[in-house]
């Protein structure tokens, strides 16, 4: 079974950036569709952006169009969240997830990262 390990979150002004990785364990990466998910105090587990298995095909809320870019390094089990342009309502536990099929759908993530917290401050 894949195992994800998350980095790169931390406190950053706003307008600032951040680029999040997700290493993954296991021999048939490419073949898992990838998604980052993000809790804010408060709020329930929400889509930010998801990658298919090749990489050609993205998909984000729209709060992040344009700011937020999901890209993955198959030969590198890693996939990545550029983040632009950061608000303070970005605030919240970003996790990195594994599934069977690309989708927005929460419960179609099987695997999932413990989590790093990214603070933006005004």
């Known amino acids: 079974q894949v195992q994800l390990v998350e980095s790169g979150g931390g406190l950053v002004q706003a307008g600032g950036s951040l680029r999040l990785s997700c290493a993954a364990s296991?021999?048939?990466?490419?073949?898992?569709?990838m998604g980052w998910f993000r809790q804010a105090p408060g709020k329930e587990r929400a889509l930010v952006a998801a990658?298919?298995?090749?990489?050609?095909?993205?998909d984000y809320r729209d709060s992040v169009k344009g700011r937020f870019f999901i890209s993955r390094d198959n030969a590198k089990n890693t996939v990545y969240l550029q983040m632009n342009t950061l608000k303070p309502e970005d605030t919240a536990d970003y996790y990195c997830?594994?599934?069977?099929?690309?989708?927005?759908?929460?419960?179609?993530?099987?695997?999932w990262g413990q989590g790093t917290q990214v603070t933006v401050s005004s």
């Open positions: 296991g021999r048939t990466f490419s073949s898992y569709a």
């Open positions: 997830a594994a599934g069977e099929v690309f989708s927005r759908s929460y419960d179609t993530y099987n695997v």
């Open positions: 990658i298919n298995g090749p990489g050609g095909s993205t």
